[in-house]
């Protein structure tokens, strides 16, 4: 990146360079920002420098360059890498091409082999609540005379021997291979318990819309309402997330505070939505 000299440093600038973080962070693989900024890092009390060491650090980065870079001195070129990227040395070199010096570092930007795991699934999309009560009706778990002398575990084995047998005629199990990734910097114990939270109000939903509104079936609901609650060290760099209902489609992948406001704000409201249908 780069940033003439003969430009004042503006709000604009770090407004920008935020939102290119912000777009950054999301990312997983190792991250190197270098350039020109034309910043003066050598004066550490000049608010310009302040500011962008501490945009810096809220971002997890560090400037690994101190040694000067111009010829009239100061640290104007930058090498900034995660905190948690192995320790890069960045040697600088007058070689007399330009005012600014020669950086020179080395970078371990490989990738590790993908791993992948398998696991059982069944296609729920496809199961019939009507065939599988009637399946079951017919099967021995409905028929006292095959059961009445079994024990208790007998009766385990059967109960767990029939459905099984009556969901493998309807949905049955395949296997399926995934890739395991890693996540990233910022999706920490918080955001991942936000993240259930908001996909447990989604199930709430689609129980809503698959099921009739019956007082036979609003016990089965949670009696408490799931909230999605979000401090400010989560708002900057949130998980995405891709809920199923049209009302929640803007929270999808959400990469900046904006729209995770936004995502956080359409879900608390349909918690309060949520409540209010079961209370009326």
Sequence with gaps: MHRPGSAAITVSFFAELSDV???????????????????????????????????LYSYGLVQLVHDVTHDAGG??????????LSCLSVDVHEIGLSDHHLLCWTA??????????????RLWRSFSLDAFLS?????????????????GDALVQLYDDTVTARLNEQIPVHCVSYRVRA??????????TAKRALRLTERELLVMLVFPRTPALLPLLPTTPSTTVMSPSCVRRSPHSGPSA?????C????????????????????IWLAAWRSG
Aim: glycine share 2%.
């Design 75 to 84: 640290t104007l070129d930058v090498v900034c890498s995660r905190s948690d």
């Design 135 to 151: 399946a079951l009706q017919a099967s021995a778990l409905c028929d006292e005379q095959q059961f009445q002398q079994l024990d």
């Design 21 to 55: 973080l912000d777009r950054l962070s999301t990312y997983t693989d190792p991250l190197v920002l270098a350039g020109d900024l034309n910043i003066r890092l050598k004066c550490t009390a000049d608010p310009y420098t302040v500011e962008f060491c501490e945009l």
């Design 183 to 192: 996540s990233s910097l910022w999706f920490h114990e918080e955001c991942h």
């Design 108 to 121: 371990p930007f490989f990738r590790p082999d993908p791993l992948y795991l398998t696991a059982d699934h």
């Design 246 to 250: 049209s009302m929640l489609s803007n």
């Design 252 to 271: 999808s992948h959400v990469s900046s505070g904006g729209r995770l406001i936004n995502c956080t704000a359409e879900a608390n409201s349909f918690v």
